[in-house]
């Protein structure tokens, strides 16, 4: 009697989790220790698939806690990988658990790139086999029984927490197997069963028969209520309703025989004969209906042996009235079981594999970080160099230092000296030469890995909106436009930093061309410089004035101030904090990451220091220059002026002004080049990217083609043909009435069938009428049929004629009386040798006793060409 339902396991394809996992760690992740850590976890990942769901499974606790770890595991790296159709794209493949499939079109499955499918299919696994597992138990020992309550009522929360959740992990519609109402069926069914394992304790603990009838009543409530929500739906097997209709039968009469017994003891002896009579019809429905699945013989020995004698004590002793089904109290309810809720860790054995990678949701929030930081570093920084340059640009319009060190008038000043040997020693014009010369070649390099990125796109996109447009409706994926958006988006911003790159680039240029030559004259020797320089009479008697001193001493002061602003940028640049301990513990206590808030904090903590300091760097320059400016004017009223000494200060001012060029430019072009090449590895990571997402759309590609040629084989190749009137029809030409009675449950494929109506009468054409003409005198003959109704009757109407050739009205299933299956002869009519065993063919006039006239119409073709019908005179 006790015949458990387990659900079949879901069949997964082949996947291998460790090369996009290892590519994104490779790329979101320095190289060293950590890397080559999280890389090894991603291959142990891939191989605890394999041994979940690579392999037939045995029905033992240890393949479930196989499971369970592969779905913990899941749970613990959705957080920490985006997996997505454009980011890392996984493709997973699952067949229906319930779809046996056909010959050629195989089993109907599903493909997703998307992690929320796998878990919920995995999850569906472990339910199905804590099902299986339980229906192995042996029931006869209480440790049998509660290892099947406990894996019966985890599996009704694994469909329950499908069905709660697999709509938003999708986004789609899933398959049947996994579908809200499938799963939810599923749970109450498993539910019911562990209800029934706790009738099945409470029966062998000899425990009060009240108390058995409320946990049958239940049980029966619960089998009810799953059959309700399957009986007009084809999505589980049909084996399960027959099983469901007849537990639920069954649990009643339990309920039903040990309320009787209650009912004996307090003296109802009616209420027991009643309360019997209905468990056992009960039980006599489900031996005849459902005797294939379930053997209720000792159940109905049982109740028929203890309505034997209640009727037998109350026909003799007691005489009470036994009240009709109607008049009974209903019989209390009681549920001891509820499905187990899915809480992650379901493995008590599980191990983070990539304990030590920080969730998704941090590294976005500390690669937040890391861009204010820099943004605010670079601010810094541009802000202390642009005042540097102020402060060069001031002094150089100023000639100073070299005017109050040009003593002779016809030697090159010491800083003008020092400024040509530190342009000689970076290499001099050659160096900007060759600096600008490779930046074309690297501007095309990224060009060329750009475009062929987005060559990848076009392409597959077009060839998407393709196959759209000839499969319409068919081609149900998410289409290459949309999906490639973020992609898009992306190489446009990275065409838009090589467009203003080469802006930057024109401008360079331009700015070297203008003071070539005065960067190529401080890169000549010093003879030749002097040389260049116009001589001048000598301001002698300005050297040890006040004024050149307050001017060496302001210069001396303004070198501080840049070697100070030297310093601090190198500690902001050396300045560095790890994030991710605040923002984990602000995930821990607060669930969610206000990454804006905590970031301007911990900046603000950290550089508050610093950006004092680079403004009163700035302030202090600002007074610095003013005094210096002041003291120049004192100095310049003070100088005696002519052209020649005019024309030096402006040269000298020139070179000097060249050195700061030279400077800057060398440091634009080395940043250009760092530029490109960094570039250069993110459109690499770029087209790899894109790469990758194509080659997974191909892939999907081909596995949606597949499967519509396989759904397209599986369809039907001719529309269905309608059943020819003499099998929809009773024996009299009339259908039955409807019966007003409600339908039962559908009777099993194992019982007796039921003999056919009968066939409809042979069909003699007109020709073969002549030859029945030389029958023997002997032969007694009915009276012929006349050809047109006498008056007062209605000639029966005709049957039209099926389309194509119909084979016998014999049921065509086995196991019917007398049925053999064997080819007949083309010209042979299985009405022709009746219960006469005539061996000639009867004339069209005989009938067989017991049926009503019938015209003599014929299947086209069959025996004989249809031959025109003259009425006899």
Avoid at 522 to 529: A, I, Q, R
Avoid at 584 to 594: K, W
Avoid at 677 to 689: A, D, G
Avoid at 819 to 841: R, T, V
């Amino acid at each position: 009697m006790t015949n458990f339902i387990s659900v079949q396991l879901k069949k997964a394809s082949e996947v291998d989790l460790a090369k996009p996992l290892c590519k994104f760690i490779q790329q979101s992740y320095p190289g060293g220790d950590a890397q080559a850590e999280h890389c090894r976890a991603a291959e142990e990942l891939s191989k605890l698939r394999k041994s979940a769901l690579a392999r037939p499974l045995d029905k033992h606790e240890s393949a479930l806690e196989t499971l369970l770890r592969y779905y913990d595991q899941l749970c613990s790296i959705e957080p920490k990988f985006p997996f997505s159709e454009n980011q890392v794209c996984v493709t997973f493949t699952w067949k229906d658990a319930f779809d046996k499939g056909s010959l050629f079109g195989g089993s109907a499955k599903l493909a997703l790139a998307s992690l929320g499918y796998e878990k919920t299919c995995v999850l569906f696994n472990c339910g199905a086999l804590a099902s299986q597992i339980a229906a192995e138990q042996n029931l006869d020992n209480d440790e049998g029984l509660k290892a099947a309550a406990k894996h019966y009522q985890f599996a009704s929360g694994a469909f329950q927490h499908i069905k709660d959740t697999v709509l938003s992990a999708l986004n789609r519609e899933p398959t049947v197997d996994i579908s809200p109402d499938t799963v939810g069926t599923l749970s109450l069914i498993m539910l019911a069963q562990a209800q029934e394992v706790f009738f099945l304790k409470a029966t062998r603990d000899k425990m009060k028969d009240g108390i058995i009838a409320k946990l049958a009543n239940q049980a029966a409530d619960y089998y009810g209520d799953a059959y309700k929500q399957c009986q007009y739906k084809d999505t589980l097997p049909k084996e399960v309703f027959p099983v469901l209709a007849a537990k639920h039968c069954i649990m009643q009469a339990n309920a039903e025989y040990h309320q009787s017994i209650l009912a004996k003891q307090q003296k109802k002896f009616g209420e027991e004969i009643g309360r019997l009579q209905h468990a056992a019809d009960l039980v006599k429905t489900v031996a005849s209906r459902y005797d294939e699945y379930i053997n209720v013989k000792d159940l109905v020995d049982k109740i028929n042996r203890a309505l034997t004698a209640a009727k037998k004590d109350n026909d003799f002793i007691y005489h009470d009235r036994v009240p009709d089904l109607k008049d009974l109290e209903s019989i209390g309810k009681a549920s001891l079981v509820k499905s187990t809720p899915v809480v992650v860790p379901l493995s008590q054995k599980f191990t983070d594999l990539f304990e030590k990678m920080v969730p998704l949701q941090i590294q976005q929030s500390v690669s937040v970080y890391n861009q204010r930081k820099a943004d605010l570093v670079n601010k810094l920084i541009a802000q202390m160099r642009e005042a540097t340059n102020m402060a060069n640009g001031v002094l150089a319009s100023l000639n100073l230092p070299a005017a109050i060190e040009d003593v002779s008038g016809d030697t090159v000043p010491q800083s003008i000296l020092n400024k040509s040997r530190s342009v000689i020693e970076q290499g001099g014009i050659q160096t900007v030469d060759q600096l600008i010369k490779e930046l074309p070649e690297l501007l095309q390099r990224n060009k060329e890995i750009l475009d062929e990125s987005l060559r990848l796109l076009d392409e597959e996109e077009t060839t998407d909106n393709d196959l759209r447009t000839k499969l319409k409706e068919r081609w149900q994926r998410t289409p290459s436009n949309e999906l490639y958006k973020p992609l898009r988006a992306e190489g446009a911003n990275y065409h838009n930093f090589l467009n203003r790159a080469v802006q930057a680039d024109g401008q360079v240029k331009e700015r070297y061309q203008s003071h070539r030559d005065t960067i190529a004259l401080l890169c000549k020797p010093e003879s030749e410089l002097n040389a260049a320089i116009p001589s001048a009479n000598p301001a002698k008697t300005l050297q040890g004035s006040e004024v050149v001193n307050v001017l060496r001493t302001l210069l001396a002061d303004l070198d501080e101030v840049k070697k100070e602003r030297e310093q601090l940028e190198n500690d902001l640049k050396s300045v560095n904090f790890d994030m991710t301990g605040k923002f984990l513990t602000a995930l821990a206590q607060d669930g969610a990451i206000n990454e804006e808030a905590i970031s301007l904090a911990e900046l603000d903590r950290i550089y508050g220091s610093y950006k004092q300091k680079v403004e009163e760097s700035v302030k202090k320059q600002e007074e610095l220059l003013k005094n210096i400016q002041n003291a120049h004017q004192d100095f310049s009223k003070m100088k005696q002026s002519n052209n020649e000494s005019n024309l030096r200060e402006e040269v000298l001012k020139n070179l000097a002004v060249a050195n700061d060029n030279f400077v800057e430019l060398v440091a634009n072009l080395k940043e250009g080049t760092k530029f490109y090449n960094e570039l250069t590895e993110i459109l690499l990571k770029f087209q790899n990217k894109c790469s990758d997402i194509v080659f997974a759309r191909k892939t999907e590609r081909d596995e949606l083609l597949k499967d519509l040629q396989q759904g397209i084989a599986r369809e039907p190749s001719a529309p269905s043909i309608p059943l020819p009137t003499y099998q929809t029809t009773s024996a009299g030409g009339s259908k039955p009435a409807a019966s007003s009675t409600p339908t039962p449950a559908p009777r099993t494929m194992g019982t007796k069938p039921q003999p056919p109506a009968r066939p409809p009468p042979p069909v003699i054409s007109a020709a073969s009428s002549s030859s029945s003409a030389s029958a023997p005198s002997g032969t007694a003959a009915p009276p012929a049929a006349a050809p047109a109704s006498a008056p007062g009757t209605s000639a029966p109407a005709s049957s039209t004629a099926p389309s194509q050739a119909q084979g016998p009205p014999y049921p065509t299933y086995p196991g019917y009386p007398g049925y053999c299956q064997m080819p007949m002869p083309m010209g042979y009519n299985p009405y022709m040798y009746g219960q006469y065993n005539l061996p000639y063919a009867p004339s069209p006039v005989y009938q067989n006793p017991g049926q009503a006239p019938y015209p003599a119409l014929q299947q086209p073709g069959y025996p004989f060409p249809q031959q025109p019908y003259y009425p006899q005179q």
